[in-house]
Each structure stands twice: as structure tokens, then as C-alpha cells.
């Protein structure tokens, strides 16, 4: 039992309840909500992270009536307590606690019969909402206290009400969205009476022994958002009407700044929590950006929040306060903020899941179990698929040997971690490598595997996790002094010029534009992420602790050392495959820092004068110093055949059986069933 995180690990007494200790799981939809066979599937997923000795767990939002809905499908709880009642026996089993967080989407719904307190359109949907009539409103709020008692009714220990990221209940505290002259708008104590009454309505049918957490926007980052006076009255109201708790939400959807992808510095908001402790006398969730112990601890201890919120971590480590109680944080596979298996699962109607954890939310039909014959297995790569595919093999008993050229683990991880915001991915190289030393794996580093070793070496199965090679380009002066790749530049430290074009717009080409606009162009290594400069990333973004909703009158700040021209031959614009919910903000960022972005251009040749292109049917020169080529990859596995002739059962995973759109968790995810199937 670990005594290094003393206040992390200290039961919270709320008076009526004591929870284990000081971290919640916090409320993520993760698309089971409404799928066929969800609850099933929910009961296993919040089972087993209460199982890992969560402190309190929040589902993902529940709406208290149809119009509530996000989408089309129904998630009410309407007739459906014998499912919840499911997921609340798993998790009270293992004695934990968990809250059905109540949600209403208000104008976000994506449904025709959508309301709000006005008909004012959001930005990311094209559904304009109906004004609620005041009785409507009364029902509403009437539909909040239902759902809540049915979800008491289910053995939920208590509910959140989400009131921020611009759903619902924040939409009737903004005069942004809320421009009715009635009861329910106008002045501050108006907008803010719907959800005053919807808290002390839930109160009074819920009893005195029911926890209600209140989520409440500590910062809005929107125009129209709530002085911070204002959001400690509102805090102060909800608190007298009868609230148990406050979670910190950050930022409504539409805000133009990001608030929890992977460049967003650990704590970069936990401030805006820091500043409502003592302004009421129950405890304080901290949230976003928060994804391991140490970080928790000292934000306690430090007397910034009462408790942590960690959603997306408990994603990637089902066990990651099992794994802190027992002192062995260096096994915690830690969330690396990329949203590419969850939110961006969840924007294209998917059921979530994690790049570095593809178990998550499949755990009842993807079980890693011991392995009925014990083989001895080579794998050949110690990249994301290869590690994958090694530790889950491990796991199950299988004897394991890697065989890997560099002289260290982590493949790509290594230059994505080289990128300024992707630090984290070093964090999932730490994991890795603790796997390895725990599961007693043989690693080969600085070690090419030959065909021989692998034919003589005694193995019943050989793992081909060789990865790609960059794509090199038939264009004339491709061999030019200027030109380099992406590895000599995120890996290999190349020395860049002050005018850059950068051919290829995919994942690789942003990375490596993101890399050469930062700071002041300094080859400085990755990043520690348990030290960012927040106060720089803020400043940056435009935020500003004082001005009311947190935006500063002079916008963002951003600058770049270098002239750079990022250039594709479709012609579309830049940055359509990156991820759904980090891609917009990586577009922008690029855009406040001047990088030119060409779509639709013909490649004709290099030379001193730099990059010649024909765009719209006009040839132009980009004069730059360096060209940096980031056109793909192909596959690398010259062992294969080889192999394969010698009678070898080989298995190609990864990169080397599918360069094209490959992806890191497509990598892992094939890895790891692979292995569990094996
Ligand atoms: P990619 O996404 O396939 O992009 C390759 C780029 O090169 C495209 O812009 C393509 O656009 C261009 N290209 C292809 N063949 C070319 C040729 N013969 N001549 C000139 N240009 C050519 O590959 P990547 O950027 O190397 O990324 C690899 C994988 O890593 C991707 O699947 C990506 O998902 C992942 N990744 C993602 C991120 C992220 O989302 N932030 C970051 C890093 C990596 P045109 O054909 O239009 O010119
Ligand atoms: Fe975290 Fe990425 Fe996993 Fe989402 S997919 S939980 S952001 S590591």
C-alpha cells in the first residue's frame, strides 16, 4: 500500500456517505448509452473500474426527456431501471458508488424537435431550437427531478446535473443564448432561477441522502460567458438549494479553444477551480487535463480542489487508483489526450474506445485470458503494434522474445512525442517498457532479426511488426542538399532553415509544421509534460483569468520562427483526415501562425531556387531553404517472404501489413486481438 499519495488516497466524508478516496471517473458518453446490448456491456466497463478502486464513477449523460436527447436515439430512463439497475449492482459489488449524470442538450441536440430558452442556433448545429414555453420549462425541470429519482430507483448513489459545456442548463444562464424577457431571462437571478429550481426540485423528491453533484462552468470561454462574481453567486445559489458537491466543466463545445486534446498542458485550467475553494463550504471537483497521481496529489495538497475528476484516463487504466494504491505508477497505461479513440469515435457514431487501451468499452467480448498451449513467439518490431501484440501475448503466458533495430522501444511514438503538445505519447513508451520488465519479455535492442535466427531459433510463431518507411518522391532535385524527411527532422535533429515547404498535408505534415512554428525554432527535445508552461499556452490562446467568460480582448497571440508552406495535391483543403475533435484546433493554431496551406498542386521540381509547383494551372517558386518531404509510407517487410518460404507461420501486423491511412490504434487494437486470439 502506497503512502506517497496521502491526500489523493483519503476517504472524502460528504456527511451522509464516505467515498473511498479522492478520484472520480468522470462522466464520459461512450455510445453504449443507447446501443442494443449497452447495458450489458456498461455493467462490465463500470464494474471493472470500480473493481480498480475508483473513488466515485459518473456515467455518461442520461436525458430527462426526449427533447433532451443529444441525438435521435432515446437515452431516457424511461422503463429502463432494470438495465441500470445492471450496471449499479457491478459496480456496488465492488464497493464502489456511481452517479447517473443527468444531461440536457438543449440546442446542441441533433433532433427537429430540439428546444432552448431561445431559438438562437449554435454554431456546430444546424438545427435551430424551439423557444420553451413557460410551462414547458416547469415540465422540465419536473423531468430533471423524475429522472433522478428513477436513477435512485435504480441504486444510483446520486446523480450530476450537468450544468456546463454550453448543454441546457448553461444556455439559460447566457445572455448569449437566453434573450427571453420573462421569469426564465433577463437578470442574472432569472437566468439563473432554471437551475436554482431544478437543483432544489431534485432535493426534494431525492431525499436528503442522495449525493447530487452539480457540474458548473468554472469558465465558459465564450463570448456572453459569466463574470467569475457571478459564477460564485450562482455557485453560492446552487449550494443553498441543496447541492452535495460541484464538479468544474471548461468551456462550452462551440468555444474556439480547446480544453481537453493532447496540447492542452496538464492543469492547464485548474486554476479556475483553485479560485472557488472557500466560496462554499462543500467540496470541489478539479477536471481537465488531469491524467495521473502525482498531478492529482500535489492539486490537492496544495488546496487547489477536494477531489480530482479523471474521465478519458479511466479509459486508457481501468486501474489506474489500484495501480496508486499499490504504489506502482509506472504500470499505469496513462491517457495521452488524442481523442482518437473516444471523442472521435463518439462524433462519428461509433462506441468509444482507447488507442492505447482498445478494450475499453468491449471489454465483455475481448478477454485476455491465459493461454491454453504455452508457445514461444518472436516479434520483430518493438513499435505500437509489436508491443501491443508482445505484452498482450505475455499476459496470457506466452513465451516472448522482440527483436528491434533501434536502440530503443516505441516506433513512431518516438517522433510524435518529438512534436511540441504530444509529449504524453513518451508516457505510453514508459508503460510499454514497465510491461516489459513486469511480464519478464526478452528484448533485443540494436538487434535486426535475421531470417536465420528466426528459422533456428525455435519459435512456433514469428510477429512481422516491422513498420514503414517513409515514402521517397520520383521529382526532380528530390535529391537536392534541401531536401529532408520527416525523420531527419523529428528524429534525427536536421537543421532547419527559416523558410520551409512541406509536401504531404496528412498526419505527418501537420505534426511536422506544428513542430518547426513553435517557440523559437530551437531543436530542444521533447517537452517534460509534468512541467508545461501554462501561463505561455493561455496567453497564446487568448485566455485571461479576469475578463468575464475568461477571453482576453486581444484574442490569441500566436507567432512562428519560421515562413512555412504546407502543400497537398487534392484539391481540398488541408487537414481533412486529422481527427474530428483535435484537427480543428491544429488548423487553427497553424492559421494564427501564418502557415500558408496550397491544396490542388502538381509537384514539378527542386532546386536552388527552392520548390517549383503549378497551382490553378499557374507555376509558381516557393522560395525556401529546406523542403521537408511528408508524402506516406510503405509497408517494410522484406522478411516476409522469406520467412514464409522457410514454413514459418508469420503474421504481419501494423505498418508492415497496411502502410496506407495506418494509425496508431488501428496498430495497437490489431496487435492486441491478435495476440488474445492467439
Ligand atoms: P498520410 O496521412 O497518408 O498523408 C500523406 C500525405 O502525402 C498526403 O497529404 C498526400 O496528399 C501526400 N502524398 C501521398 N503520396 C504522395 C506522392 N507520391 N507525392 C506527393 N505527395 C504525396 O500519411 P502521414 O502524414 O505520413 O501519416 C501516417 C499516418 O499517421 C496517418 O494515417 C495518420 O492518420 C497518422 N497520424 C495522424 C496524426 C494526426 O491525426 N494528428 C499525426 C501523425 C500521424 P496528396 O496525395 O493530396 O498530395
Ligand atoms: Fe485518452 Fe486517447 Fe485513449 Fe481517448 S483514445 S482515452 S484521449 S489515450
Redesign the pocket.
Known amino acids: 500500500m502506497s503512502n506517497s499519495y496521502p491526500n489523493l488516497l483519503r476517504p472524502l466524508d460528504l456527511g451522509f456517505t464516505t467515498l473511498r478516496n479522492r478520484v472520480m471517473m468522470g462522466s464520459m458518453h461512450t455510445g453504449l448509452e443507447e446501443h442494443a446490448d449497452g447495458f450489458q456491456r456498461m455493467a462490465r466497463f463500470f464494474g471493472e473500474r470500480a473493481a480498480g478502486q475508483a473513488g466515485l464513477i459518473v456515467t455518461g449523460g442520461f436525458a430527462p426527456n426526449q427533447a433532451g436527447n443529444l441525438g435521435p436515439l432515446d437515452a431516457t430512463l424511461d422503463g429502463k431501471e432494470d438495465g441500470h439497475r445492471l450496471i449499479t449492482d457491478a459496480v456496488h459489488q465492488a464497493d464502489g458508488k456511481i452517479l447517473l449524470q443527468v444531461l440536457h442538450g438543449g440546442r446542441y441536440a441533433r433532433r427537429p424537435d430540439a428546444v432552448a430558452p431561445s431559438a438562437i442556433a449554435s454554431r456546430i448545429n444546424p438545427i435551430t431550437p424551439r423557444a420553451m414555453e413557460g410551462d414547458e420549462i416547469l415540465q422540465t425541470i419536473e423531468d430533471f427531478a423524475i429522472c433522478a429519482q428513477r436513477a435512485r430507483d435504480a441504486g444510483y448513489d446520486g446523480v450530476e446535473i450537468m450544468g456546463s459545456e454550453g448543454y441546457l442548463i448553461t444556455q439559460f444562464i447566457s445572455t448569449r443564448t437566453n434573450q427571453r424577457d420573462d421569469v426564465w431571462g433577463g437578470s442574472f437571478e432569472n437566468r439563473i432561477r432554471f437551475p436554482v429550481d431544478v437543483l432544489r426540485r431534485t432535493r426534494e423528491v431525492c431525499g436528503k441522502d442522495f449525493i447530487i453533484l452539480y457540474r458548473l462552468s468554472v469558465l465558459d470561454l465564450v463570448e456572453g460567458g459569466l463574470s467569475w462574481d457571478e459564477t460564485v453567486k450562482l455557485a453560492q445559489a446552487l449550494e443553498a438549494a441543496g447541492a452535495t458537491m460541484f464538479n468544474s466543466g471548461v468551456g462550452w463545445h462551440e468555444a474556439l479553444i480547446p480544453t481537453i486534446m493532447h496540447s492542452v498542458p496538464r492543469g492547464a485550467f485548474t486554476w479556475a477551480t483553485a479560485r472557488l475553494m472557500g466560496k462554499v463550504g462543500v467540496p470541489i471537483i478539479a477536471s481537465n487535463r488531469i491524467n495521473n497521481p502525482d498531478q492529482a496529489e500535489a492539486l490537492i495538497t496544495a488546496g487547489d480542489a477536494d477531489m480530482v475528476s479523471m474521465a478519458r484516463p479511466f479509459l486508457a487504466d481501468a486501474d489506474i487508483v489500484a495501480k496508486t494504491i499499490a504504489g506502482k505508477t509506472d504500470q499505469i497505461n496513462t491517457c495521452i489526450g488524442c481523442n482518437q479513440g473516444c471523442l472521435d469515435y463518439i462524433f462519428k457514431g461509433k462506441v468509444s474506445t482507447c488507442l492505447v487501451n482498445p478494450r475499453a468499452c468491449s471489454e465483455t467480448e475481448f478477454e485476455i485470458t491465459p493461454a491454453q498451449t504455452t508457445k514461444n513467439i518472436a516479434v520483430v518490431g518493438a513499435g505500437p503494434g509489436g508491443l501491443s501484440y508482445a505484452i498482450t501475448a505475455a499476459e496470457r503466458g506466452q513465451k516472448v522474445t522482440i527483436y528491434e533495430g533501434s536502440g530503443r522501444i516505441g516506433g513512431q511514438f518516438n517522433m ?1 512525442m518529438a512534436v511540441p503538445g504530444k509529449e504524453e505519447y513518451g508516457e505510453t513508451i514508459r508503460y510499454w517498457g514497465s510491461q516489459i520488465d513486469r511480464l519478464g519479455i526478452t528484448l533485443n535492442l540494436n538487434h535486426r532479426a535475421t531470417v536465420d535466427e528466426l528459422r533456428t531459433g525455435g519459435f512456433d510463431e514469428v510477429i512481422l511488426a516491422t513498420g514503414v518507411t517513409p ?1 521517397s ?1 520520383d521529382l526532380p532535385g528530390s535529391d537536392h542538399a534541401s531536401v529532408l524527411s520527416y525523420v531527419d527532422v523529428l528524429q534525427n535533429g536536421a537543421q532547419v532553415g527559416s523558410r520551409v515547404a512541406i ?9 511536422v509544421a506544428e513542430f518547426l512554428s513553435h517557440g523559437d525554432g530551437a531543436h530542444d527535445g521533447p517537452r517534460d509534460p509534468a512541467a508545461p508552461d501554462i501561463e505561455a499556452w493561455l496567453t497564446q490562446w487568448g485566455i485571461d483569468r479576469h475578463s468575464d467568460g475568461g477571453l482576453s480582448p486581444n484574442g490569441p497571440a500566436m507567432t512562428s520562427p519560421r515562413a512555412i508552406t504546407l502543400l ?3 484539391a481540398q483543403s488541408l487537414g481533412r ?3 474530428l475533435t ?1 484537427g480543428w484546433a ?1 488548423r487553427a493554431e497553424l492559421n494564427m501562425k501564418g502557415v500558408e496551406m496550397i491544396g490542388g498542386v502538381s ?1 514539378r521540381k527542386i532546386d536552388d531556387a527552392g520548390l517549383h509547383i503549378t497551382v490553378d494551372g499557374e507555376d509558381r517558386v516557393v522560395a525556401v531553404d529546406n523542403v521537408i518531404i ?4 510503405e509497408e517494410q517487410r522484406e522478411l516476409y517472404d522469406e520467412l514464409a518460404a522457410a514454413g514459418i507461420r508469420v503474421h504481419l501486423i501494423g505498418g508492415a501489413d497496411k502502410a ?4 496508431a490504434l488501428r496498430a495497437i487494437e490489431q496487435g492486441m486481438r491478435l495476440a488474445a486470439a492467439a
Open positions: 510524435a515514402r518522391l509536401i504531404g498535408a496528412g498526419g505527418i505534415g501537420f505534426d497537398q495535391r487534392k483526415g486529422l481527427g483535435t491544429i509537384y511528408c508524402a506516406g509510407q496506407g491511412e495506418l494509425d
